[in-house]
């Protein structure tokens, strides 16, 4: 068995919360290879999705292992102290903790990790987010899952046919619930379909009960009690074979679909799939982006990266990208381009409302 794990954290911005500083990726290479030369790690990638860190590893400690959790802590730790001493922006932001207490969940970083058997061949696809919630993959994760007009091998492919089930979060009361498609896709819409408070967190193989992919759910400022940043999610999916070939795990993205973050995690602006070299928010501390980085698995080790999204058939996505970004930034303060209130109430709602609850009189 190998374990994936994929964990992140905003831990200094440059320029404001637009990019990595590349200080930053060079001692997470340092500790990541330190890591792997002393046994814990059969290999890693370390990137960056906009002003978030990455860090891809395999091994054989199985998911939520404590010194794998340490690692990446420590890790997130050390690099800290260069954003602190080049006074990058937000320097630890998403490291709630000032000491590492056993399990790096609950903690800041985002983590996406799955266990399995390796296959004969074994494609991946790991995406990244920046400026947007956990929430943004469920329209992706549907689509790639449970929309036979984005996969065709639902209908056509005997090793899929038989759906996937989904196992779905409820952020806020942490609670999860488990729903199979094709049957209940009506009742799992009315959940997926309120990505601010329901999220997917896995998705697997019915038949076989393998997992097909796995995503972060963890929200910031439900762990911090306010506004600390975005979650920037990352998720994992498995490719070929019973799940959806590679294309149809790319798909979904050519619709830049809106999801909430972008300017201090408090308004709606479409996610932008983009190469990684153009994973730099700066409009308006956006649009979102996402990346997506392909990978085959080797007995543990990760042959790769592709650059998914560095390809001209998703010009037509970053354009109309562009196009409802404008549109909605024309909105200004006003809904729909800013959170509905009750997901204000990180930022200034609480304060304000505060100040002026004496002056609301009956009607």
Known sequence: MVTLSVIKADIGGYVGHSSMHPDLMTKGNECMAKAKKDGMLIDYHVTKCGDDLQLIMTHTLGEENDKINKLAWDTFIDC????????????GQDLLSDSYSGNIKGMGPGVAEMEFEERVAE??????????????????LYKMFADPFNTIGLVISEKMHQGYTFEIHDVKESKKIMLSSPEEIYDMLVFMGAPSRYAVKAVYHRPSGEIAAVSS???????????VGKDDPVCIVRCQGQFPAVGEVLEPFAFP?????WMRGSHHGPLMPVALADANPSRFDGPPRVIAAGFQLAEGKLVGPVDMFD???????????????????????FEPHRLPLEEMEYTTMPSVSKKLEGRFKDI
């Open 257 to 261: 679909a809106l999801v909430e973050g």
């Open 80 to 91: 800290t102290e260069i954003a602190k001493q080049l006074k990058l922006y937000g320097a």
């Open 311 to 333: 390809d001209p058939s998703f010009d037509p996505a970053r354009e109309q990208a562009n196009v409802a970004g404008e549109y909605m930034r024309r909105h200004g303060p």
């Open 123 to 140: 494609p991946i696809i790991i995406y990244m987010a920046d400026k947007t919630s956990s929430g943004a993959w469920n329209m992706p």
């Open 217 to 227: 759910t963890q929200k910031l400022s439900l762990i911090a009690g306010k506004y």
